[in-house]
């Protein structure tokens, strides 16, 4: 029988084929079909390090390919990628594994290639053993941290500061770190997220995932018993959660996508939730919030609002390959909008607080809104940068009372 490339590896490159020629699709969607959880396992991680890693890795591919020309086909340089990403930050990973699935994928894609690939990789293997080491070679910030120029160009006009630009961009390179959040509000970082999704704890809703830049949102929150809570952009549901359990409210959770009003509704049913009488769930266009509910009728509402996610790069890497400038005024007038709707429904002495999971100044605007406006007191406000604060996420959030 003829030799075959490791199901890991397959997919791996299948998946990689499939995001580049739709680079607005999830690679999760792309990683499916395996039978066994480890081979998934491999080639999830094969192909977030190369999003991750991409420009990196080109760049270093290159210095083999100088001689013979770089216009490689797709499938071909990916399998280098996917390859080398394997040898230089996957320890365990033994090199004739590596090189032999590239040349049997290379086989199965595009013959004439196989040599080449053999080559390469065999001469990169030849240069690490002689002490090669890429991450000491002269690169620009867009081949070392692999972001495109124009997102650098933004997050450099964001801080004014070169270190913190830096700091951004090794940030989220980085290895996220998963948190999970208990129902009296303390948290800890999980270690092993598949032993934790397997646990009782997780399975009977004592515990739930939640970043830490969430829980500092959700935290900010003044709740108290009784009071009536309307979270706008509520999907999958996490500073909802967190809300209900810090105090006996009246909740409205809302959404715009079904899909992920199904998700909160699953997450809600974990924790207990399901039919619960003082949760309302709906699903509704934040912009016309004001004609969905009778004015003034809320304690407070929470507007997490859809942005650009800028702040949470290091764990969804595709994110900087989708950047793109004049997206952050469009989320910017959309954000504007829904707060104008959405302060109509705070009731005297009540609060709005507005948040997003980006530092782009574009979409800290909206709050301006407020600011410009006497009727509200800003009670707290904060901005941080991905990675400024141990382990948190970037975002930017402030806190209004109605007066
Ligand atoms: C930042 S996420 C919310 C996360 C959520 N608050 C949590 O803590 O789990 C933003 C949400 O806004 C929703 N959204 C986008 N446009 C919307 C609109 N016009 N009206 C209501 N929701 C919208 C998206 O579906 C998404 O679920």
């Not at 407070?300 to 650009?308: F, G, M, N």
């Amino acid at each position: 029988m003829a030799a075959k490339a490791s199901p890991a590896r397959a997919l791996a490159l299948k998946a990689l084929i499939t995001w580049s020629r739709d680079p607005e699709s999830h690679l999760e969607q792309h990683l499916k079909g395996l039978p066994d959880p480890k081979d998934l396992d491999l080639a999830y991680t094969i192909c977030r390090g190369v999003l991750k890693e991409k420009t990196f890795l080109q760049k270093v591919v290159g210095r083999y390919l100088a001689r013979k020309g770089k216009n490689l086909p797709l499938p071909v340089e990916l399998i280098l990628l996917l390859s080398f990403y394997q040898r230089l930050f996957l320890e365990k990973i033994p090199n004739y594994a590596v090189v032999f699935d590239a040349v049997e994928l290379c086989k199965e894609k595009k013959p004439v290639f196989s040599n080449l690939v053999n080559a390469v990789l065999r001469n990169l293997d030849r240069d690490l053993k002689s002490g090669f080491d890429p991450q000491k070679e002269p690169m620009t910030l867009e081949e070392r941290y692999s972001h495109p120029k124009e997102l650098i160009d933004l997050i450099k006009e964001e801080t004014k500061d070169e270190a913190t630009t830096e700091q951004i961009l090794k940030w989220d390179n980085a290895k996220p770190k998963a948190f999970l959040r208990k129902r009296n509000g303390s948290c800890e970082e999980c270690l092993d997220v598949k032993a934790a999704v397997q646990s009782d704890d997780f399975k009977s809703g004592k515990i739930y995932f939640m970043q830490l830049w969430s829980q500092e949102v959700a935290n900010a929150a003044p709740v108290k018993d009784g009071a009536t809570v309307l979270d706008l952009c509520a999907a999958p549901g996490g500073k909802s959660l967190a809300l209900l359990d810090r105090a006996k409210i009246k909740l409205t959770a809302c959404d715009f996508s079904e899909t992920r009003l199904a998700q909160l509704k699953e997450n809600f049913a974990r924790l207990g939730y399901e039919n619960a009488p003082n949760i309302t769930i709906k699903q509704l266009d934040a912009r016309k919030a004001s004609q969905a509910f009778p004015p003034e009728s809320f304690d407070l509402v929470l507007l997490d609002a859809p942005c650009s996610s800028l702040g949470t790069i290091q764990r969804n890497p595709e994110l900087r390959w989708r950047f793109k400038k004049e997206q952050l005024a469009e989320y910017a007038a959309l954000q504007r909008e829904i707060l104008t709707s959405a302060k109509e429904l705070v009731a005297p002495q009540g609060y709005l607080l507005y948040s997003v999971c980006s530092f782009a100044e574009a979409e800290r605007e909206a709050a301006d809104l407020l600011r410009q406006d006497k009727t509200w007191t800003l009670v707290k406000e904060k901005l941080t940068y991905p990675g400024e604060q141990d382990s948190f996420d970037g975002g930017y959030y402030s806190l209004w009372q109605k007066n």
